[in-house]
Nanobody, 125 residues
Framework: QVQLVESGGGSVQAGGSLRLSCEAS????????MGWLRQAPGKEREFVAA??????????ADVADSVKGRFTVSRDNANTVSLQMNRLEPEDTAVYYC????????????????WGQGTQVTVSS
């Protein structure tokens, strides 16, 4: 049974940092794209960052403009993707979801094959 489990959410003051991790189990995700989306109250779910598989077993990253320069996504191993969030702002408050695609390339705006349960990030001013 495939599972994606997020960890690392919490509450922090503006300007602080958090690191989210997502560990997948149930199969090998080495050629899967894995990444993060978020959903704030009353808003649609939006892309945050993702890693896509590339030839030579490397991964390349893509980060949303709204968090570029503050957030960094990394593929720690085949089954783990992390999101380092620095200089957090109240607008970053949301539930953050990990997702994975059997397609090696993350396609924004598309559905995803697997989802985590989400982890809450709250940034206070």
């Amino acid at each position: 049974q495939v599972q994606l489990v997020e960890s690392g959410g919490g509450s922090v003051q503006a300007g602080g940092s958090l690191r989210l991790s997502c560990e997948a189990s149930g199969r090998t995700f080495s050629r899967y794209a894995m990444g993060w989306l978020r959903q704030a109250p009353g808003k649609e779910r939006e892309f945050v960052a993702a890693t896509s598989w590339s030839r030579g077993n490397t991964y390349y990253a893509d980060v949303a403009d709204s968090v570029k320069g503050r957030f960094t996504v990394s593929r720690d191993n085949a089954n783990t993707v992390s999101l380092q969030m620095n200089r957090l702002e109240p607008e970053d408050t949301a539930v953050y979801y990990c997702a994975a695609d059997s397609s090696s390339v993350w396609v924004k705006g598309s559905g995803h094959d697997y989802w985590g349960q989400g982890t809450q990030v709250t940034v206070s001013s």
